[in-house]
């Protein structure tokens, strides 16, 4: 299984981006059962989570990302997206997709890079 990233980019204060994650070879079963989403990790900071896809369907955000960040998903595509909005250069991070299964196995996608100016 692999989780295939892309995105990454560099935006101005106030714009937008979308980033994208496929879980290639993930049975589609697997992939509509797991928890899955985005965790973040800025230079000199642990990772954080962004926005996921928690047991149940719930979704759930990081308080720094409310109203501005969407995340949502196609599981025909075993895709899920992050739309991002209104961006600060606080968000500058790299982002990873993260999935965990119904068997508690675990995995990362490669990170991509986003870059917002001031």
């Known amino acids: 299984v692999q989780l295939q990233a892309s995105g990454a980019g560099l935006v101005q204060a106030g714009g937008s981006l979308r980033l994208s994650c496929r879980a290639s070879?993930?049975?589609?079963?697997?992939?509509?059962?797991?928890?899955k989403g985005w965790y973040r990790q800025a230079p000199g900071k642990q990772r954080e989570l962004v926005a996921e896809?928690?047991?149940?369907?719930?979704?759930n955000y990081a308080d720094s990302v409310k109203g501005r960040f969407t995340i949502s998903k196609d599981n025909t595509k075993k895709t899920i997206y992050l739309q991002m909005s209104s961006l600060k250069p606080e968000d500058t991070a790299v982002y990873y997709c993260?999935?965990?299964?119904?068997?508690?196995?675990?995995?990362w996608g490669q990170g991509t890079l986003v870059t917002v100016s001031s």
């Open positions: 993260h999935t965990v299964t119904s068997a508690r196995t675990e995995y």
């Open positions: 896809f928690s047991t149940g369907g719930s979704i």
């Open positions: 070879r993930m049975i589609l079963s697997t992939f509509s059962s797991s928890v």
